[in-house]
């Protein structure tokens, strides 16, 4: 079975270290997509500095 991938950054889901062993982060940018762990951990220091999400758009996996 195939981990899944992170569409925001291309890596495994929840980590390269652990693909597929449990469900990563919610990405904030629409409460429905899962990012891995580390883009989700980026995506609330984004909003906790105020720079804003990097849109989906600009996401190396393009859905």
């Known amino acids: ?3 899944p991938i992170c569409p925001r950054c291309g890596g495994a889901i929840p980590n390269d270290a652990t693909p ?6 919610l990405s904030r940018t629409d409460n429905e997509t899962e990012i891995c762990s ?10 906790f500095f105020g720079d804003g999400f990097m849109p989906q758009s600009e996401w190396l996996v393009k859905s």
Do not use: H, S
């Open 20 to 25: 597929g062993a449990y469900p990563g982060a």
């Open 1 to 3: 079975m195939t981990a």
């Open 38 to 47: 580390e883009c989700g951990t980026r995506e609330a220091l984004e909003q």
